[in-house]
T-cell receptor
Framework: GGITQSPKYLFRKEGQNVTLSCEQNLNHDAMYWYRQDPGQGLRLIYYSQIVNDFQKGDIAEGYSVSREKKESFPLTVTSAQKNPTAFYLC?????????????FGQGTRLTVV | EDQVTQSPEALRLQEGESSSLNCSYTVSGLRGLFWYRQDPGKGPEFLFTLYSAGEEKEKERLKATLTKKESFLHITAPKPEDSATYLCAVPLSGTYKYIFGTGTRLKVLA
């Protein structure tokens, strides 16, 4: 079991919306999307604690998400995101009395062409 | 302001040369500190969780320790396969969000 992100590489033309897939079979309630740029830490885009509910992170502008199923948390990079070239990471976390570790997918590298 | 700072940014070691990586944090009510390893082009992989000051965890050549202000990741007699970026993260007070440091890029030379 684990988290599967697809595709591994994605190319976007100017003005185009693209959707990054994230699927998990860990039965985790919480899911997250992060963006990673060289020399910067992981920055939170959106997160979801439960199906049909999600919250904006620190850099949500130009992105949208949905959480219709527990297993799936797709991220759409819209044309409003002016600098989308980055490495995108999806993560999930199981609920617990204490904060627990995140499980990450292998990432999607998005490039604007 | 809640913050996580890692140092050094980059570290080059000879094989067998032990050293330590630092993660300092300023969050109120620490609920845990997490260490991850990230290889180039891949997602981070979980290493350790530390919940309270004085706690220590070990795994092979790695040992993580925690004080009230910082955590250290000690690497004893490293090997080239230990080369990676090491990230630390803490939960943000009163939220489900986590703050990540910018990481330490470790290179171990044979």
């Amino acid at each position: 079991g684990g988290i599967t992100q697809s595709p591994k590489y994605l190319f976007r033309k100017e003005g185009q919306n693209v959707t990054l897939s994230c699927e998990q079979n860990l039965n985790h309630d919480a899911m997250y999307w992060y963006r990673q740029d060289p020399g910067q830490g992981l920055r939170l885009i959106y997160y979801s604690q439960i199906v049909n509910d999600f919250q904006k992170g620190d850099i949500a502008e130009g992105y949208s998400v949905s959480r219709e199923k527990k297993e799936s948390f797709p991220l759409t990079v819209t044309s409003a995101q002016k600098n989308p070239t980055a490495f995108y990471l999806c993560a999930s976390r199981r609920p617990g009395a204490r904060d627990t570790e995140a499980f990450f997918g292998q990432g999607t590298r998005l490039t604007v062409v | 302001e809640d913050q996580v700072t890692q140092s050094p940014e980059a570290l080059r070691l000879q094989e067998g040369e032990s050293s330590s990586l630092n993660c300092s944090y300023t969050v109120s009510g620490l609920r845990g500190l997490f260490w991850y390893r990230q290889d180039p082009g891949k997602g981070p992989e979980f290493l350790f969780t530390l919940y309270s000051a004085g706690e220590e965890k070990e795994k092979e050549r790695l040992k993580a320790t925690l004080t009230k202000k910082e955590s250290f990741l000690h690497i004893t007699a490293p090997k080239p396969e230990d080369s990676a970026t090491y990230l630390c993260a803490v939960p943000l007070s009163g939220t489900y969000k986590y703050i990540f440091g910018t990481g330490t890029r470790l290179k171990v030379l044979a």
